[in-house]
């Protein structure tokens, strides 16, 4: 997958910025289809092909940013302020969270395997020895693959002594789970739907953009404009985030006029009782093995892809089902936002009807700056009691869902945990397997993000980063935390 | 070759230069030679105030090296301009 930080995710998050402050200052309607001009001046020099192209694909992003489905209302002809008058008044569908740019796609070639000039043209060859499809073939001295007999399997590639042949993938295919992202006849992108698994792992992986989220953010700004009782429901893995400690993105959301900001830890609380008497029931009764259930991306797998596993999933809500449920039994007019790094929750809202809109840390952090809201020099807000659920703040981290049903189950029992980390491919294939072959687990804790939901696809910092940040008021002097030795080894300890 | 001061650095992280890729600098004990680190005193700042400033260009994230500011600053052009202030 890309690097987190790229041109692009700084562009998408600068038009975001933009379209938030027009909408505020109310000149949205008037003027949005300046904003091409304005992040792509007549100075730039281009990363595409020219900075006329460079403004249709700001025109593009700021149409997903809309909500709007690019790949089927795309009408070139129609100004943005014209589509920013009809969402002003309709909130667009929030499915399909994907949606596809076919003039942002560069129709990369299929993927294969080349043989380049660093071939040495060996006496060895191991190429040829070991190609089960007898496709390697000689001449001016170097070796060469046959394409229409190559089956791609890269046999090639791991025995030659030079590493002269090069895998050349389609990032969007190679980074789909589930080959949910195919080419039409013209060779552009094109997501199946019915495979997706709203995981976002394309949108991350497609060089040129083309491949994007529809925001669900203007629903969002236009209840806080209408000053309705909003409720910002904050997912765990938003600790390292921002420049600033729970108490201060707190305060910040306040300041953006949330009426009140609830940490989805509190729901995973529940959501960790209730695993952990499921867990002792399923094994006091010999039922096998558990998963985990708090992953939307992996209940899309499981619905869509592997129904076998629709009995062994736990049947408690995820902790956003449970805060949301919770918040609207404190105030049954309050709307729900869940602020999170993941674009399947949005599936996930629409499932469960308690949730009234989704945002992710991307799309906060262009709110923060086009409210001009700076995290760091918030004052601290209270969080109220967290004691019970401060451990939870952990389901943002591979294994750490796991931990908590482990903390939460009575008397000793002798669990067998098995932590899968990220579905990519590979893991799919073996989540295959267990339909056959139950693996040897009794709870199963899956997390289609590698790292968890830190590493989901509405992050803003690297894993590696955030997880630096996180515990404490660490965040709060982001560079001393990085640099303190001494805050690392007080976190091996506690290990 | 006497005892020289060390260069001062200060990495903005305001939210707008810490969500626009400063958060990426932070990561500099991984990616700054370590002769240059060793000379430099390296701390993180409230926001610079350049990103408001409508006479710049230049764009978060901001960082301070002696006395000059410099924006879209990233890895490569952090180690590059240390290195330069360091041996200058």
Do not use: W, Y
């Given at each position: 997958m890309l690097e987190l930080n790229n041109q692009y995710t700084l562009i998408k998050r600068r038009v975001q910025t933009e379209v938030l402050k027009q909408f505020f200052d109310e000149t949205l309607e008037q003027d949005a289809d300046k904003i091409p001009f304005l992040i792509i001046p007549k100075e730039r020099i281009p990363n595409r092909c020219c900075i006329y192209k460079e403004r249709a694909m700001i025109r593009y992003r700021i149409m997903a940013m809309l909500g709007i489905d690019i790949e089927r209302?795309?009408?070139?002809?129609?100004?943005?302020t014209e589509y920013v008058k009809e969402v002003m008044v309709k909130d667009t569908p929030a499915v399909p969270i994907l949606t596809t740019i076919s003039t942002a796609c560069?129709?990369?070639?299929?993927d294969r395997y080349l043989i380049s000039?660093?071939?040495?043209?060996?006496?060895?060859?191991p190429c040829l020895a070991n190609c089960p499809k007898d496709c390697i073939t000689f001449s001016h001295g170097q070796a060469h693959i046959e394409e229409d007999r190559c089956?791609?399997?890269?046999k090639c590639k791991e025995v030659c002594p030079f590493h002269a042949v090069v895998h050349i993938p389609v990032p969007c295919e190679e980074a789909c789970p589930v080959n949910a992202v195919k080419k039409n006849e013209d060779g552009y992108v094109e997501i199946d739907y019915k495979k997706c698994?709203?995981?976002?792992r394309c949108a991350m992986s497609c060089p040129f953009g083309a491949i994007v989220e529809r925001s669900g953010l203007i629903p969002v700004v236009k209840m806080l404009k209408a000053q309705q009782h909003v409720t910002a429901m904050i997912?765990?893995?938003?600790?390292?985030?921002?420049?600033?400690t729970l108490a201060q993105i707190k305060q910040a959301l306040l300041s953006c006029g949330f009426s009140s900001v609830v940490e989805v830890s509190q729901g995973a609380e529940t959501t960790s009782i209730h695993e952990a008497h499921e867990l002792t029931h399923r094994k006091e009764s010999g039922a096998g093995y558990m998963t985990t259930s708090c992953c939307p991306a992996y209940m899309e797998v499981v619905d869509k892809?592997?129904?076998?596993l629709s009995e062994r999933r736990s049947e408690a809500l995820s902790p956003m089902g449970y805060i949301a449920q919770w918040c609207k039994e404190q105030n049954p007019e309050t709307k729900t936002i869940f602020i999170g790094p993941c674009l399947a929750k949005k599936v996930e809202a629409i499932r469960l009807g308690t949730i009234d809109g989704v945002m992710t840390f991307s799309e906060l952090a262009s709110l923060f700056m086009a409210k001009g809201v700076d995290v760091r020099e918030m004052e601290s807000a209270d969080l109220g009691d967290t004691a019970s659920f401060e451990?939870?703040?952990?389901?943002?981290?591979?294994?750490g869902v796991a931990g908590c049903v482990l903390n939460r189950l009575e008397g000793s029992q002798e669990v067998n945990v098995l932590p899968i980390n990220g579905i990519d491919k590979k893991m799919f294939r073996a989540m295959k397997i267990w339909e056959k072959r139950p693996p040897e687990a009794d709870l199963i804790e899956v997390m289609c993000c590698e790292g968890g939901?830190?590493?989901?696809?509405?992050?803003?910092?690297?894993p590696s980063v955030a997880l630096k940040l996180r515990?404490?008021?660490k965040a709060a002097t982001p560079v001393k935390a990085m640099r303190d030795p001494l805050v690392r080894s007080e976190m091996h300890e506690r290990k | 070759m006497g005892k020289r001061e060390k260069v001062l650095v200060k990495i903005c992280v305001g939210t707008a230069c810490f969500v626009q890729g400063?958060?990426?600098?932070?990561?500099y004990n991984d990616f700054l030679d370590p002769v240059v680190l060793a000379n430099c005193e390296i701390e993180g700042s409230s926001c610079l105030g350049m990103c408001k400033m409508?006479?710049?260009k230049a764009r978060p994230p901001f960082v301070q090296i002696g006395t000059e500011v410099y924006g879209d600053m990233t890895q490569e052009r952090f180690c590059k301009l240390l290195a330069e202030a360091v041996n200058a």
């Open positions: 209302f795309d009408d070139e002809m129609k100004p943005l560069s129709a990369c070639p299929p000039d660093a071939c040495r043209g060996c006496f060895a060859r089956i791609r399997c890269g698994i709203s995981c976002g997912a765990p893995a938003i600790e390292g985030q921002f420049p600033g892809h592997l129904p076998f451990d939870c703040r952990q389901f943002a981290v591979s294994s939901c830190i590493n989901g696809p509405g992050t803003i910092v690297k515990g404490g008021n | 400063g958060a990426d600098l932070l990561l409508s006479s710049t």
